[in-house]
C-alpha cells in the first residue's frame, strides 16, 4: 500500500530556533494535512494544503505541498517550548478506495528553554 | 465550537471480551472514520462511513465492526479482544468525504 517517509524522526532544538520537517512519497497525492499530537490526545490539524504549489501559513507554521504533488514539508520559525510534540504529515487521495489518510511516522520534537 | 466526542475515553477489558466505542461527530459532518494507534505509532485507518453507508475500509480485523447510525454517530465493536487490541482508537469525522478530518480525544483500550 502506499506510504509516507516523514524525516526527520525527532529533533531536539533551542528554543527560538527554526524547524523544517518533510514527508515524501511514491504517490501522488490531492491533499496534504499536517497534525500536531500531544502524548494521549488527538491529532489536531494545523494546516491543510489541496493544490499543488500552494503555500500557506498559520501563525508561526508554514506548510507548503510539493509541486509534484508527491511531498509536503512544514516549517515552524521561531520555536517555542509548546511546540513540543509529534508532528504527522498526512497524504489523501480520492478516488477508488484511498479517500482515507495516509499517515507518516512522525516527528517528534523536543524544545529546549 | 463543538469537537468530535468519544467515549468512554478508558476501557480495560480482559482477552475474549467484546468492546464497544462510541464516536459522535462534529455536527454536519456526514463522515467518520476510526483510526487505531499503538504505543509510539502513527494512527492505522481502520474504517470510515459516508451517510451511514461503509465508504472505505482498511486493516480493520474481522472480530472488528463498526456502523454509522441516522444520526450520524458512529460504533466500533470489538470481539474476541486480544492483548495485542490494546492501542488508543480514535474517532474522526469531515464534512463530505473530500473534507478535512477532525480527531476526538481518543479511547484508550487495555486489554489484560
Known amino acids: 500500500g502506499q506510504q509516507l517517509n516523514q524525516s526527520p524522526q525527532s529533533m531536539f532544538i533551542q528554543e527560538g530556533e527554526d524547524v523544517s520537517m518533510n514527508c515524501t512519497s511514491s504517490s501522488i497525492f490531492n491533499t496534504w494535512l499536517w497534525y500536531k499530537q500531544d502524548p494521549g490526545e488527538g491529532p489536531v490539524l494545523l494546516i491543510a494544503?489541496?493544490?499543488?504549489?500552494e503555500l500557506t501559513s498559520n501563525g508561526r507554521l508554514t506548510a507548503q505541498f510539493g509541486i509534484t504533488r508527491k511531498d509536503s514539508f512544514l516549517n515552524i520559525s521561531a520555536s517555542i517550548p509548546s511546540d513540543v510534540g509529534i508532528y504527522f504529515c498526512?497524504?489523501?487521495?480520492?478516488?477508488?478506495?484511498?479517500?482515507?489518510?495516509?499517515f507518516g511516522k512522525g516527528t517528534k520534537l523536543s524544545v529546549k528553554p | 465550537a463543538a469537537g468530535v466526542i468519544q467515549s468512554p475515553r478508558h476501557l480495560i477489558k480482559e482477552k475474549r471480551e467484546t468492546a464497544t466505542l462510541k464516536c459522535y461527530p462534529i455536527?454536519?459532518?456526514?463522515?467518520v472514520y476510526w483510526y487505531q494507534q499503538g504505543p509510539g505509532q502513527d494512527p492505522q485507518f481502520l474504517i470510515s462511513?459516508?451517510?451511514?453507508?461503509?465508504?472505505d475500509k482498511g486493516s480493520i480485523p474481522d472480530r472488528f465492526s463498526a456502523q454509522q447510525f441516522s444520526d450520524y454517530h458512529s460504533e466500533l465493536n470489538m470481539s474476541s479482544l486480544e492483548l495485542g487490541d490494546s492501542a488508543l482508537y480514535f474517532c474522526?469525522?469531515?464534512?463530505?468525504?473530500?473534507?478535512?478530518?477532525?480527531f476526538g480525544e481518543g479511547s484508550r483500550l487495555t486489554v489484560l
Open positions: 474522526a469525522s469531515s464534512p463530505g468525504e473530500t473534507g478535512e478530518l477532525f
Open positions: 462511513f459516508y451517510e451511514k453507508m461503509q465508504s
Open positions: 494544503l489541496y493544490k499543488a504549489g
Open positions: 498526512a497524504g489523501r487521495n480520492y478516488g477508488g478506495s484511498q479517500g482515507n489518510l495516509i
Open positions: 455536527p454536519r459532518h456526514d463522515t
